[in-house]
């Protein structure tokens, strides 16, 4: 039919395009093809038998068909003297237990080391979200939470490293891990690193990623502290694939331990359907055999939660509940979890915030693992979910929900001469180990540079050889803490002998180690003891202060101050005069403006940034313009816009009146109506114009002339107003509020304006 | 004989600072930057021994880990394993590197004749069973 309405789009899927969340995409659930996040029907029901105190079958595989994996988790990791009792009970039963405050830890963790992966998994996936974020809050191994930050560089450059590596300590971090875009830049980057991260007060943990050998030689010769690179697998194939096997990397865990370094491993859903080797499992069962490898191995912690394979996983259905499933399973387990919330599994900003939430409220031993304190173009790693770039978002979101995210901010002034006094520090052994002489102009656009596109510097393969000599030459942190104390980095070098020390007792080699404060803190001296409201980590006062000074915090000083630089210019603009009590109006073309107790007097400005002066001369010109007479009344009784108006109105010889407060908030008001039913209101000063002010005035006049003009509408853009200007907006009405006078009746007020003589 | 030590005596640098010592005998508070910058200090007086491991191992296992003390208790008998030796078993520990199960239980024998690396020679030889078992061992 010809009358037939024709279109073919909805033009909102079109807005929704445009969206970066349609740059991610999202998978099909097909478990057959590894994409199934909770459940699969690969996966085995949980079981056990024991035959002479010997495993004789486990999750529905025989003793003697065990691969590897299962082989090493049922020598290793399951304890017979639990199992019996922990496999017998019922997985609802303990999956309540894990959210219920009132049963110990320390039992729970006992029964996880009798249980199967199918029977962590069994019961991990009866929790939904909540439930799953509030076990982990409970679980998780040490009560005070941390952080651990990416410092990378995308030209590998020393100076930058080590000035971003003491902004990343001066945040909090209790550790930093670095990588390479060139493998043979490994040296200089640990270096580079580790000078930095000794500026301030010591404490920061550091590793640097890189070939399973050379990070232990990088180890052994004192530069880096942990490593967590070790990375497991959950089916045999992804395992040998890697070129490696449970075996081999707990062994490489041991030597590790022989070193006097701490270590951890890596796992996380996603790993193997990436590798091709996922067995139909689903990602869940893989990573709780990984975790009980792990817990097998005997290594201390777990770095997991999606890690690599959380964009993969992001991209499945329940993926992200997996991840904090994947986290609560680790310290479920008793390891120290590095809670993943690194990759960037996500293009949309409400995924990252939603995301990081649940392990910001729940607290986390290592939330990020890492946090990208550099730009995103400078993560070796690929960015992370949070980066440089959102730092302050973050911050935000710590004082937003008063939670401990590990990190605390920093005045700008704090992290400038951080990045000085890093890449002086840096600079000088460099120069002392006779490695490279950097420029003065080189030191300078490493400092102000925010990334590394910004700098002039080392070229990377001026860094590589710079790397390669100190391999060569065989320099260790000895020579490195000589070199700064020589130079005056005596700070710098005592921080740095304190973080090598740290290797000859071991103690930082337990559970969830940190260093707070110069102090060790550690699930063994400071284990989460939650067990209900008003125990378990709680932030102090002084912690709670920490996070709460963000930057350009405003209060009534900051406005008060703030108003009164444009006082002087005001004042050379406008004169008020006031003429004691004002009469009422005759005219019936008459508009009073009502102005507020503070216009003009203690606020210049309006929201927008108008000055006052203007303001009232666009209205004036705008009831000029339309046939009416203005007339001003300073209000003492009020500062309410409604009042300001309806009291206008009744004073004015038209019945017409303007209301205006000094934030620009504006309203039409006639004699006898209801104070909040008025005839035009200019709700959102901060994007009110001039134009608009005058086309108030002009409309307020034709009413005088019996007309009903169009209203003036002030177009939005959906900006957050409330979020930009209500802070501000509640402290300059305070001050209004604070002139009001309930008694003092309307002011009669010239207004004489300097530029053009003209008097109202 | 020394007591087992609990968790109450975490962290020994603290709680012991005396008896903390390094590779060499220096005690925690001989590891001065002074001491450091008069050439007293080397890195190896900044190597854990297995003294300090096996005192780690006995506060893990009354933490309740006692798979983390077996861990610092393998560390231990790695200690005095020279570098190369343990790259060497690593590698031979990654599948397909050795042709029979033989190599592995030889390795395990040294070290627990040249290291009294026994506990790790139980690991490697539980190792040489299922690497068997499982096919990795290619001859």
């Not at chain 1, 202060?545 to 000083?557: K, M, P, T, V, Y």
């Not at chain 1, 019936?588 to 403006?593: A, K, L, S």
Request: charged share 25%.
């Amino acid at each position: 039919m010809s009358d037939t309405i024709q279109v073919n789009r909805w033009r909102r899927y079109s807005d929704w395009d445009g969206r970066p969340l349609r740059l991610d995409r999202f998978a099909k659930e097909d478990p057959a093809n590894g994409f199934a996040a909770f459940k699969s029907p690969a996966d085995p029901s949980p079981g056990l038998t024991l035959a002479a105190g010997r495993i004789a079958s486990m999750d529905g595989v025989l003793a003697h068909d065990f691969d590897m994996i299962d082989a090493f988790i049922a020598e290793y990791h399951l304890d017979p003297q639990i199992a019996p009792e922990a496999m017998a009970m019922d997985s609802g039963e303990v999956a309540r237990m894990l959210v219920d405050m009132h049963v110990p830890r320390e039992r729970l963790v006992q029964l996880a080391h009798g249980m199967t992966p199918a029977k962590l998994v069994d019961v991990v996936s009866r929790l939904n979200a909540m439930e799953i974020a509030f076990a982990y809050s409970k679980m998780r191994p040490r009560k005070t939470p941390g952080n651990q930050a990416h410092v990378t560089n995308a030209k590998d450059d020393p100076l930058q490293l080590a000035a971003d590596a003491a902004v990343a300590a001066g945040h909090g971090f209790d550790e930093v891990e670095t990588t390479m875009r060139v493998a043979r830049c490994a040296w200089s980057n640990a270096l580079a690193c580790l000078v930095g991260s000794s500026v301030g007060e010591w404490g920061t943990l550091f590793q640097c990623s890189s070939e399973e050998a050379e990070e232990l030689r990088i180890g052994m010769a004192g530069f880096t502290s942990y490593a967590e690179t070790v990375s497991v697998y959950g089916t045999e194939r992804s395992f040998t694939d890697g070129d490696d096997t449970p075996w081999s990397k707990a062994f490489l865990v041991a030597a590790y331990a022989s070193r006097g370094i701490k270590a951890r491993c890596t796992s996380g859903g996603g790993a193997e359907l990436l590798m091709g080797y996922h067995e139909a499992k689903s990602l869940l069962y893989l990573e709780a055999r990984c975790l009980c490898l792990q817990r097998g191995m005997g290594v201390q912690g777990t770095q997991n939660g999606g890690i690599d394979g959380a964009p993969i996983t992001a991209s499945i259905a329940g993926g992200m509940r997996e991840m904090m499933a994947e986290n609560l399973l680790a310290v479920w387990l008793d390891l120290e979890c590095a809670s993943g919330n690194d990759a960037r599994a996500t293009e949309s900003e409400i995924r990252v915030g939603a995301k990081i939430l649940p392990y910001l409220i729940a607290g986390s031993d290592l939330i990020c693992s890492g946090f990208g304190s550099i730009l995103k173009y400078d993560n070796s790693f690929n960015p992370s979910l949070f980066n440089g770039e959102e730092m302050e978002d973050f911050l935000t979101l710590q004082r937003d929900f008063e939670a401990d995210g590990g990190l605390t901010p920093i005045p700008e002034a704090e992290a400038l001469s951080l990045r000085i006094r890093a890449v002086e520090a840096i600079s000088a052994v460099l120069e002392e180990l006779d490695l490279a002489s950097p420029t003065q102009a080189m030191k300078t656009s490493v400092i102000a540079a925010s990334g590394s596109r910004e700098t002039q510097t080392f070229s990377t393969g001026e860094t590589a050889r710079i790397s390669e000599e100190i391999q060569a030459r065989g320099i260790n942190v000895i020579d490195v803490i000589k070199a700064l104390a020589k130079r005056g980095f005596r700070p710098e070098a005592g921080n740095l002998l304190q973080i090598v020390k740290l290797r000859v007792s071991g103690d930082y080699l337990q559970t969830s180690s940190i260093i707070r404060q110069g102090r060790i803190l550690s699930a063994v001296n400071d284990p989460n003891d939650y067990g209900g409201p008003g125990t378990g980590y709680r932030l102090t006062d002084a912690r709670k202060e920490e996070i709460n000074e963000i930057r350009d915090l405003i209060g009534q000083s900051e406005v008060l101050s703030d108003q009164a630089r444009h006082r002087r210019a005001e004042s050379r603009r406008i004169t008020y005069a006031p003429q004691g009590e004002a009469p009422k109006g005759a005219n019936p073309h008459e508009v009073v403006i009502g102005i507020s107790p503070a216009f003009g007097l203690q606020l210049y400005q309006t929201t927008a940034g108008l000055a006052l002066s203007d303001v009232l001369s666009a209205l004036i010109r705008g009831i000029t313009s339309g046939g009416g007479v203005a007339r001003i009344l300073r209000m003492h009784h009020t500062a309410d816009t409604s009042f300001l108006g309806l009291t206008a109105a009744e004073m004015s010889g038209s019945g017409f009146g303007i209301g205006i407060q000094a934030k620009g908030t504006a309203v039409i008001h006639q004699r006898g109506r209801m104070p909040h039913n008025n005839l035009e209101l200019f709700s959102n000063a901060p994007i009110t114009t001039l134009a608009h002010y005058e086309g108030m005035g002009r409309n307020a006049a034709r009413w005088t002339h019996g007309e009903r003009p169009e209203p003036v509408v002030v177009p939005t853009d959906g900006q957050a107003l409330g979020a930009r200007f209500h802070a501000q907006v509640a402290l300059i009405y305070a001050i209004e509020t604070g002139l009001t006078d309930p008694s003092r009746p309307p002011e009669e007020t010239f207004v004489t304006f300097a530029d053009t003589g003209a008097k109202a | 004989m020394r007591r087992t030590l609990t968790r109450a005596d975490f962290p020994l640098a603290e709680t012991a600072p005396d008896q903390v010592q390094g590779a060499r005998g220096k005690p925690l508070e001989a590891l001065t930057l002074e001491a450091v910058l008069q050439g007293d200090v080397t890195i190896e007086d900044l190597r854990i021994t297995p003294q300090a491991l096996l005192a780690q191992a006995e506060i893990a296992r009354d933490a309740g880990r006692a798979a983390l003390a077996e861990n610092f208790e393998r560390g231990a008998e790695l200690v005095a394993v020279p570098q190369e030796l343990i790259m060497e078993t690593y590698e031979m520990l990654r599948p397909g590197r050795v042709k029979d199960a033989g190599v592995l239980r030889e390795r395990a024998a040294m070290l627990r004749r040249d290291y009294g690396a026994e506990k790790l020679a139980e690991f490697l030889e539980t190792a040489a069973i299922h690497y068997q078992r499982r096919g990795l061992m290619p001859g």
